[in-house]
C-alpha cells in the first residue's frame, strides 16, 4: 500500500511517519531528501540540483518528477511508499497518479493531521531539549520530571531552531497551499482526516489501526485473487511486495 501523509509544520507528521515506516516496512519519500541524497552521490542531475539550490532557485516539477519516477520504478520500493511533504501542488498530484499508474500502482489512502494553530504554538514553543541525553520534551505537553528523566534541569534547553512566529507563519501558508490538494483527494474518496490535537501516540494509533484494516483487507483480496501464491506471500510478507489490482 502507498500512502500519503498531510499535516501543517508543528502537527507533528515527521514522529508519525518515523513510526509508520518502521512498523509497516514502508519507504519514506519526502521531496526534501531525494533532492539531498542526490546532492550526495553527485550525478549529474545532482549537480544541477546543487547549483540550482546554491543560487537560490526553485528546483522545478521536472526534476522532482525525475526524482520521484526513481523512487517508483524501482521494484524493491513497490506498494510501499509514504509520501511526506509531497505532492505540494496540484500539478504534482496529477504527475504522481501518473507515474504511479505506469508502475501499476495507486495511492490506498491520504491522511491529513488536522491540528489547531495554538496546539501548533503550544508544540512549538513548549519544546526543550536535554543537553546531556538528547531526550526532547514539552513544557507544557509532556514536561520533563524525576520520572521521565534523570538529568539534572541545568542541562534543558528550548530549541533554537524551532522560532515560534516563523513555524506559526509557514503553519498559514501551508494550510492555503495545501486545500486544493486535499479537496482533490477528499473527492476521490481518498482523505482520511486525522485529529492531530491529540497525544501522538493516540494519533499513531488511529493511523495504525486504520492502515492494519486496509492491510488485512489487501491480503484477503490476494488471497482470493491469487491463491496459488499464497506461499510466496507467506514469505515475503503479507502484502508489501505484491501487485494489487487496481479495482
Ligand atoms: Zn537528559
Redesign the pocket.
Known sequence: MNLIIFGPPGAGKGTQSNNLINNFDLKQVSTGNLLRSEIKIQTDLGKKIESIINNGELVSDDVVNTLIRKIISDPKNFNRLIFDGYPRTISQVYSLEKLLKEFNQKISIVFNLNVDKDIVSKRVNGRVI??????IFNVYLNP?NSKN????KK??EKRTDDNSKTILNRYGTYVAKTKPILDYYSKKGLLLEIDGNQKIAEIYGKIKGILENIRDWHYVYFLYKFPLKNLTSLIYGPYSRYQYPSK
Open positions: 536535554c543537553t546531556r541525553c538528547f531526550r520533563p528523566h534523570k538529568c539534572e542541562y534543558l
